[in-house]
């Protein structure tokens, strides 16, 4: 008896012990880790006026939103002082953690690679070799940050103004002005505030009061936005920018991004908020179309009117709304959306797990919309990227008997997984299937003369495959999946 009672005292001294360890060890595995570096002042070059701002900005909501582990915070850092951050950042930083790293500084392209430039960059006349190794190249980062494996990996790089040594006269030293496109590691999407080859504007004039540059400026609440995905916040803040850029300065501003982020869960910097519950939830459409518009002033696009799925008589319409209804296309994108969120609407009823997700995106989807205000290119850019997200992650596929498309694979092979059963049985992903076998093998044609490139392909497929095997039979997973790998494939592809 006394064996089996000390047996039984250490049984639940395990268990009791399982229990207070667990979530510690949960929670530590993963936490947020950011690293901040605003120059504003340069030794040798031309000063920035806002770099600093943002990054105290992005300190600032980081701190709001809470839980987050800042580790490096830097203001004007030299080279050194970089690198030195860089470590201990990368020190804290362990696999399955999310990374912020927010960087606002001059930046500058050569021969095909980005680098961004500490206080203490070579002055003009230095020549290229000496620029470039003394400056910090950001592909380094990004291998870095894939060999730490984090859950997500978000960074945002406000880089993109002139290049300081072209206009200083070095008229053959790196790309006129930005920086260039990036193909970034699995698990990372990288924010840039203007698109390649383009210049971010670091203030709208000399007396800007805002401390913080153009795109800071307009990305910080959008982020902050609750459900928002980083996709939406990121096609959000370019019709903002874009907008706003050319209205007061005549530039042409289009902010990128870069997305490669693992699996099919979304990522919201803010939180994704949860499905709403089977029994609170209920549809969202908007009221119904009205045929009249109220009285305006004339439109830019003439006398023609269009009226959205909204009434546009009524007395609490915000600045979207309005927006909306003074603008014929914009009027035409909603009673578009509004058609396809209806129609998967009824589709969805049959599947309340389904049914919820959608009316709860389409909740999250109002709010970012209301984010745009007045400013038509973000509102064109966020209806016509919830149009994709409609017809991409929840179409259905109505079965056709007439017509069967095969996929890159053998349907009658007896060892097949549930995805694929699943592939040959819907003929939208067999067409997918193809049209990624198609992009893959051309791939592997194209690189068969470079083997580490070759050899890179193939396990990043291999990895992929395993990756769709995990959605068996899921519809929607399975239709992200292979849009992801596509996205991917196209990239590479140029």
């Given at each position: ?5 000390v047996d ?18 949960a ?18 070059l031309?000063?920035?006026k806002?770099?600093?701002g943002?990054?105290?900005?992005i ?16 203001t004007?850092?030299s ?5 030195n ?5 990368l020190?804290?930083l362990r696999?399955?953690?999310e ?5 606002s500084s001059h ?7 980005n ?6 960059a ?5 020549g290229?070799?000496?620029?470039q190794?003394?400056a ?5 980062l ?5 060999a730490k494996?984090?859950r997500?990996?978000l ?5 993109c ?10 008229r ?6 930005g920086?260039?496109?990036?193909d ?9 505030s ?11 004039a ?12 307009n990305?910080?609440p ?16 370019r ?5 706003l850029a ?12 870069y997305?490669?982020?693992k ?7 803010a939180?994704c ?19 009249s ?7 830019e ?11 546009c008589n ?7 709304e ?8 914009l ?14 609407l009824r589709a ?13 995106d ?8 209301s ?25 259905v596929s109505l ?17 097949l ?12 992903l067999s ?7 198609k992009l ?12 580490s490139?070759?050899?890179?392909l ?8 395993k ?6 039979a899921?519809e ?5 999946t ?13």
């Amino acid at each position: 008896m006394g064996t089996l009672r000390v047996d039984h005292l250490l049984s639940r001294f395990f268990i009791l012990a399982l229990l207070f360890i667990g979530p510690a060890s949960a929670a530590f595995a993963e936490k947020r880790v950011a690293l901040l570096v605003g120059v504003d002042a340069y030794d040798n070059l031309e000063p920035l006026k806002k770099a600093v701002g943002d990054a105290r900005a992005i300190r600032d909501l980081l701190t709001e939103q809470g839980d987050v582990e800042i580790a490096a915070f830097l203001t004007n850092p030299s080279r050194n002082e970089f690198w030195n951050a860089w470590q201990g950042f990368l020190t804290r930083l362990r696999e399955g953690d999310e990374a912020i790293v927010a960087i606002s500084s001059h930046g500058i392209e050569i021969e095909g690679n980005n680098y961004l430039l500490a206080r203490d960059a070579p002055p003009s006349g230095a020549g290229q070799r000496v620029i470039q190794q003394n400056a910090i190249r950001f592909g380094d980062l990004m291998e870095d940050l894939a060999a730490k494996n984090p859950r997500v990996a978000l960074v945002i790089l406000d880089a993109c103004r002139d290049n300081p040594y072209r206009a200083r006269g070095e008229r053959s030293l790196g790309g006129e002005r930005g920086l260039g496109r990036i193909d970034p590691p699995r698990g990372t999407f990288v924010l840039y505030s203007a698109g390649a080859s383009e210049t971010a504007l670091d203030r709208l004039a000399e007396t800007d009061p805002e401390p913080t540059s153009v795109y800071i400026r307009n990305l910080l609440p959008l982020l902050k936005t609750q459900g928002s995905k980083i996709q939406d916040v990121a096609v959000a803040v370019r019709g903002k920018v874009s907008d706003l850029a050319y209205r007061q300065m005549r530039h042409q501003q289009n902010p990128a991004y870069y997305d490669n982020l693992k699996g099919s869960a979304p990522y919201c910097f803010a939180g994704c908020a949860a499905p709403a519950k089977p029994q609170a939830a209920a549809p969202v459409p908007l009221p119904a179309p009205q045929a009249s518009l109220a009285p305006e002033e004339p439109s830019e696009r003439g006398t023609e009117r269009v009226a959205p799925s909204f009434n546009c008589n009524g007395v609490n319409l915000n600045s979207v709304e309005l927006k909306i209804c003074h603008v014929a296309q914009l009027a035409r994108l909603d009673l578009e959306m509004q058609r396809v969120y209806d129609n998967l609407l009824r589709a969805s009823k049959s599947n309340v797990t389904a049914f919820n997700t959608l009316v709860s995106d389409q909740r999250q989807w109002l709010k970012l919309r209301s984010m745009c205000g007045p400013s038509e290119n973000c509102i064109d850019a966020v209806y016509k990227r919830r149009l994709e997200e409609l017809n991409e992650r929840f179409s259905v596929s109505l079965p056709n008997e007439t017509e069967r498309v095969a996929p890159s694979f053998n349907c009658n092979d007896a060892n097949l997984n549930l995805a694929e059963i699943k592939v040959c049985q819907v003929d939208q992903l067999s067409r997918l299937d193809i049209e990624m076998q198609k992009l893959y093998d051309n791939l592997i044609q194209d690189l068969r003369s470079n083997v580490s490139a070759f050899k890179l392909l193939v396990s990043e497929q291999r990895q992929w495959l395993k990756l769709r095997s995990m959605c068996g039979a899921n519809e929607l997973c399975l239709t992200d999946t292979y849009k992801r790998r596509l996205q991917q494939l196209k990239y590479r592809l140029g």
